[in-house]
């Protein structure tokens, strides 16, 4: 066994925790110097985000004895970062988060290899998310949480008996900062809730009157929002607003602080605009720090067993004083993302564009422009161009056929969803029946859609 005292051991105190046995380990937990060499040679974790929370991430998961990571961010670096996210400097403003992170990370940790990603996680590949062993996130929207979780959830494979098949598992770490405030959770797909299953936890978004917004604002937030949902309207007619955009934002706040200007309102600031519009809680580096510090040691002990994982929620709350509490949230068994999928019957003789019209118009869809997928298969694609024409020819065949002539099985549809009155990007599982198809009895298609 290695001298845990020893001060030249730069693994001493992960050593701790691999090298011994203890009395909370999990029950595939063993113990011994390969198990550290196998984290830092195999194991490949993906960081999704490089802001505050993200460049935390990154750094404790390459100090916790990982050594293969991917950080993706379609970001580049502001002014106003500087406070927060700590591996960027004055010099960076403009640069891609997600560069600079991986390079600064490696610059400080030896032996760390980190491929950085600049690029929207809508862009990748289903593919490119199956590499990994875990995926950690650091990010402040719902929707790119959403979206990650059910490309996770889709990965998810069930048994004749509904039980999620273990090698199909793909676990996620989720940290989250508001100010004082934090939440670090781990979602094992199947097997405790996924992000779906809790959407509830989320407070919905603070909306203003549109009569108080035209008539009579009151404060800066009052001003953004006239831009943004009015006059943005007023001037570009049908074109959408991007808020990923810079060039849209920038517009955004122009307007916004004309509005200000008019009314004698204070306080309109960039910064602000951002949060306004993306619905972004200002963060506060001690807290992303705390998160980010759960979140690692959850992703070692997912991957190693030294010690019993997160049952399943921890809230954070440093507002007044410090409260901390682990809450076990239940799974919902009628998950449209975790669980087993939406099952749909269908004629063997329904084609494939019959089919993408159905995912619109079905209750628990209202799925358009949706792109269809079969195991590794691609059958139709939407975006980009050449790829739409590529599968285009598909549109017009038996989704049977398409499915190599299959009794049921799972197919994942992608594109936007109507929920909460937004539209949103939205992965869905589907186990699809095929009525008529030898082997496929009533039984099977009792509870279909």
């Keep these: 066994m290695a001298d845990l005292d020893s001060p030249q051991s730069k693994t001493r105190d992960l050593d701790k925790l691999l090298l011994r046995a203890g009395n909370l380990v999990g ?253 972004i809680i200002p963060a506060i580096a001690s807290t992303n720090a705390i998160i980010s510090a759960a979140c690692a040691l959850e992703t070692l002990k997912i991957v190693s067993g030294c010690s019993k994982t997160l049952a399943n929620y921890l809230t954070y709350n440093g507002g007044e004083g410090l409260h901390t509490k682990v809450t076990e949230f239940v799974r919902d068994k009628d998950c449209l993302v975790c669980g087993p999928g939406i099952l749909i019957e269908l004629d063997t003789s329904i084609t494939l564009q019959k089919f993408i019209d159905m995912l619109e118009e079905h209750p628990k869809l209202l799925l358009s422009k949706a792109s269809v997928k079969h195991g590794k298969d691609s059958l139709y694609m939407q975006a980009p161009p050449v790829l739409e024409e590529m599968h285009r020819p598909n549109l017009s065949k038996p989704l049977y056929d398409l499915m190599g002539r299959v009794q049921k099985d799972t197919v994942h549809v992608f594109g936007t969803a109507l929920k909460n009155e937004e539209k949103q990007s939205s992965l869905t599982k589907l186990r699809v029946v095929f009525k008529g198809a030898d082997g496929v009895t009533d039984m099977d298609t009792a509870i279909g859609a």
């Design 27 to 279: 029950p595939d937990f063993y113990p011994g110097a390969e198990l550290r060499d196998d984290i830092r040679d195999y194991v490949r974790i993906l960081v999704v985000g490089a802001g505050g929370l993200g460049c935390e991430l990154l750094k404790d998961l390459a100090l916790s004895g990982f050594r293969n990571l991917d950080v993706i961010d379609m970001d580049r670096i502001e002014v106003t970062n500087l406070n927060r996210q700590f591996l960027f400097r004055l010099e960076d403003v403009g640069k891609p988060k997600a560069e600079v992170a991986a390079k600064r990370v490696m610059e400080r940790v030896s032996g760390v290899e980190i491929v950085p990603h600049f690029s929207r996680i809508e862009d990748k590949e289903l593919d490119f998310y199956n590499d990994f062993n875990i995926i950690a996130l650091g990010l402040d929207s719902i929707e790119a949480r959403r979206y990650i979780n059910g490309v996770a959830c889709g990965f998810l494979e069930y048994d004749e008996d509904d039980t999620p098949r273990r090698e199909t598992i793909k676990p996620m770490v989720d940290g989250g900062t508001e100010g004082f405030k934090g939440h670090a959770r781990v979602i094992v797909p199947g097997v405790t809730p996924c992000f779906e299953c809790t959407i509830w936890l989320f407070p919905p978004q603070v909306k203003f009157p549109l009569c108080t917004l035209a008539e009579t604002p009151r404060n800066a937030a009052h001003c953004i929002e006239y831009a943004h949902l009015i006059k943005w309207h007023e001037v570009h007619g049908g074109k959408s607003f991007d808020p990923d955009e810079p060039e849209h934002m920038k517009w955004v706040y122009d307007e916004a602080i004309k509005r200000a200007e008019l009314f004698g309102i204070p306080g309109v600031t960039y910064s602000l605009t951002q949060g306004v519009v993306k619905n």
